[in-house]
């Protein structure tokens, strides 16, 4: 019994025995640790292809060229005094959200300067708003047969009816609107059927691209004197007012 235990007592202490473990531990914790250093790795190449991808998505920035926008002719939509000192050229979406939002500060611009400005509508219909761009070719029929009182009429009517985002007025509401304000439905929804006006809506989007103008709304200012600037977005009243007696001075 003692001879066993003597024997079991030395094998427990062999060298050969002791380094065979070690050697073992050592392997286990080197290969532990070129795993975690590997998944790091593609982790982070993994992250990173994310944000290149997310980068590559991201449209240009564009540069804003003022002086590119279309000349304002009788053809525009103009509201208030067309001799006025500042002119406010609004690229709008119907269905934008943030449009809604900017169309009672315009309305109050052209309260509080009266006739030392006026305001252009021009249409910028965004693709991913379902509606809006025939939304656009309604106003366009509206002011075909009613004049151009009864384009912002139409105008406000939607701006005030709907909850944007796409669809927040429905389609099949742009005829009643049209009979509401006194035009004939049955020529009103023939015109509106016939596209007649995609060509100029999409004319109108082109402009806006080309003076710099990539989100709605966006309004140029233009001062009689040539110089122009840019409300970008929905801004409230008191900012777009600085801007614009900048250019009044």
């Given at each position: 019994?003692?001879?066993?235990?003597?024997?079991?007592k030395?094998?427990?202490?062999?060298?050969?025995?002791?380094?065979?473990?070690?050697?073992?531990?050592a392997?286990?914790?080197?290969?532990?640790?070129?795993?975690?250093?590997?998944?790091?790795?593609?982790?982070?190449?993994?992250?990173?292809?994310?944000?290149?991808?997310?980068?590559?998505?991201?449209?240009?920035?564009?540069?804003?060229?003022?002086?590119a926008?279309?000349?304002?002719?009788?053809?525009?939509?103009?509201?208030?005094?067309?001799?006025?000192?500042?002119v406010?050229?609004?690229?709008?979406?119907?269905?934008?959200?943030?449009?809604?939002?900017?169309?009672?500060?315009?309305?109050?611009?052209?309260?509080?300067?009266?006739?030392?400005?006026?305001?252009?509508?021009?249409?910028?219909?965004?693709?991913?708003?379902?509606?809006?761009?025939?939304?656009?070719?309604?106003?366009?029929?509206?002011?075909?047969?009613?004049?151009?009182?009864?384009?912002?009429?139409?105008?406000?009517?939607?701006?005030?009816?709907?909850?944007?985002?796409?669809?927040?007025?429905a389609?099949?509401?742009?005829?009643p609107?049209?009979?509401?304000?006194?035009?004939?439905?049955?020529?009103?929804?023939?015109?509106?059927?016939?596209?007649?006006?995609?060509?100029?809506?999409?004319?109108?989007?082109?402009?806006?691209?080309?003076?710099?103008?990539?989100g709605?709304?966006?309004?140029?200012?233009?001062?009689?004197?040539?110089?122009?600037d840019?409300?970008?977005?929905?801004?409230?009243?008191?900012?777009?007012?600085?801007?614009?007696?900048?250019?009044?001075?």
């Amino acid at each position: 019994m003692s001879e066993q235990l003597t024997k079991s007592k030395q094998m427990s202490f062999n060298p050969v025995v002791i380094l065979l473990i070690v050697a073992a531990f050592a392997i286990g914790f080197l290969y532990n640790k070129v795993d975690t250093l590997e998944k790091g790795i593609a982790s982070e190449n993994t992250n990173n292809a994310k944000v290149a991808g997310a980068q590559a998505q991201q449209p240009p920035e564009l540069k804003a060229n003022l002086d590119a926008m279309p000349k304002i002719t009788d053809k525009d939509h103009i509201r208030g005094n067309k001799d006025a000192d500042v002119v406010l050229v609004n690229y709008s979406d119907f269905e934008c959200p943030f449009c809604k939002r900017f169309h009672p500060t315009m309305l109050q611009i052209m309260k509080e300067y009266g006739n030392k400005v006026a305001w252009v509508y021009r249409h910028f219909p965004l693709s991913f708003h379902a509606n809006a761009q025939k939304e656009a070719e309604a106003s366009e029929c509206a002011a075909e047969l009613g004049g151009n009182d009864v384009f912002w009429k139409y105008t406000d009517a939607i701006y005030e009816k709907t909850t944007s985002n796409g669809t927040g007025f429905a389609l099949d509401a742009l005829v009643p609107l049209a009979k509401e304000l006194g035009l004939n439905e049955s020529k009103f929804k023939q015109c509106l059927d016939s596209g007649k006006y995609a060509k100029h809506i999409q004319e109108d989007m082109a402009g806006g691209s080309a003076a710099g103008v990539s989100g709605t709304p966006g309004t140029i200012i233009v001062a009689k004197n040539g110089k122009r600037d840019l409300i970008n977005g929905a801004l409230p009243f008191e900012q777009a007012k600085e801007q614009i007696d900048v250019l009044l001075k």
